[in-house]
């Protein structure tokens, strides 16, 4: 895999990188497929009725994104809080956060796209009481952010709404958004100067520009990743007239620089 270039993973390309319980995970942005170095993204799947098994990430953050389905994110010393989500919320996981999401539903599977700034995490399957309270703190609990409660930024020419940042969670490392696209607009040409950037393709057609001529056009559509590394030159298109085109954005800097 060539150095500092973007990357268009398809649904081809993607890979199952781990379960947990009845949880599987399948990754887009990652090491693997883009050589990525601090961002990484994937589809988690819990089937109806399931779960994951509780658990903590022991070296990194990460940003949540419901993208289907509706559950329960238990947290908590004991696992005693139990947080309703719902398509469309975000949910900000800081380290050493001991958590669990279950699927509610007995139809349909919840799905989460799960964002983290590292490239490999370090995962404790949490088997017993004793383990849970001797990683717990109190001030390191993860949060909940419905999607009414999102920091929404509009102009003539996109909607974002910001779900995890420092602002709306507390985060330190780690950010997400959802971005919405008008019909037939394109972002301005820019580099971002100190983050990588991992992108979902939640709904519609654009067309992603890049290379510091902008010379190099990829079409992009519903369930493709993107990755962006530093100081790449780049623009996204909707190429709809009609219809918007939405992604959600995670970057590995709250204090994100564009130029």
Same mark, same amino acid.
Request: glycine share 4%.
């Given at each position: 895999?060539?150095k500092n270039?973007?990357?268009?993973?398809? $649904?081809?390309?993607?890979?199952?990188?781990?379960?947990?319980?009845?949880?599987?995970?399948?990754?887009?942005?990652?090491?693997?497929?883009?050589?990525?170095?601090?961002?990484?993204?994937?589809?988690?799947?819990? =089937? =109806?009725?399931?779960?994951?098994?509780?658990? %903590?990430?022991?070296?990194?953050?990460?940003?949540?994104?419901?993208?289907?389905? /509706?559950?329960? +994110?238990?947290?908590?010393?004991?696992?005693?809080?139990?947080?309703?989500?719902?398509?469309?919320?975000?949910?900000?996981?800081?380290?050493?956060?001991?958590?669990? =999401?279950?699927?509610?539903? &007995?139809?349909?599977?919840?799905?989460?796209?799960?964002?983290?700034?590292? $490239?490999?995490?370090?995962?404790? /399957?949490?088997?017993?009481?004793?383990?849970?309270?001797?990683?717990?703190?109190?001030?390191?609990?993860?949060?909940?952010?419905?999607?009414? !409660?999102? /920091?929404?930024?509009?102009?003539? @020419?996109?909607?974002?709404?910001v779900g995890?940042?420092?602002?709306?969670? &507390?985060?330190?490392?780690?950010?997400?958004?959802?971005?919405e696209l008008? =019909?037939?607009?394109?972002?301005? $040409?820019?580099?971002?100067?100190?983050? /990588? @950037?991992?992108?979902?393709? &939640?709904?519609?057609?654009? %067309?992603?520009?890049?290379?510091?001529?902008?010379?190099?056009? +990829?079409?992009?559509?519903?369930?493709?990743?993107?990755?962006?590394?530093?100081?790449? &030159? !780049?623009?996204?298109?909707?190429?709809?007239?009609?219809?918007? +085109?939405?992604?959600?954005?995670?970057?590995?800097?709250?204090?994100?620089?564009?130029?």
């Amino acid at each position: 895999m060539a150095k500092n270039i973007t990357a268009i993973i398809r $649904p081809n390309e993607r890979y199952t990188e781990i379960s947990s319980g009845d949880m599987t995970r399948i990754a887009g942005v990652a090491k693997e497929t883009s050589n990525s170095k601090n961002i990484h993204l994937a589809i988690a799947e819990i =089937p =109806p009725g399931k779960s994951s098994s509780p658990h %903590l990430h022991l070296n990194c953050e990460s940003a949540i994104y419901v993208l289907a389905g /509706e559950g329960i +994110f238990v947290v908590g010393k004991k696992l005693e809080k139990h947080n309703k989500i719902h398509t469309g919320d975000f949910i900000y996981v800081p380290p050493d956060a001991p958590h669990k =999401p279950i699927n509610i539903s &007995n139809k349909a599977s919840l799905f989460l796209l799960v964002a983290r700034n590292k $490239p490999t995490e370090i995962v404790k /399957e949490i088997k017993n009481e004793n383990e849970l309270s001797k990683n717990y703190q109190q001030n390191n609990d993860c949060t909940v952010i419905p999607s009414k !409660h999102t /920091e929404t930024q509009s102009s003539d @020419t996109e909607k974002v709404n910001v779900g995890v940042s420092k602002n709306t969670s &507390n985060s330190k490392a780690i950010y997400m958004s959802k971005i919405e696209l008008l =019909p037939g607009i394109s972002t301005i $040409p820019h580099k971002h100067s100190n983050f /990588e @950037t991992a992108i979902f393709i &939640n709904s519609g057609k654009g %067309l992603f520009i890049s290379n510091n001529k902008l010379d190099s056009h +990829f079409s992009v559509t519903k369930e493709d990743f993107i990755y962006i590394p530093e100081k790449f &030159n !780049h623009k996204i298109s909707n190429v709809d007239s009609n219809n918007s +085109f939405t992604m959600i954005v995670a970057r590995n800097n709250i204090d994100h620089n564009i130029v």
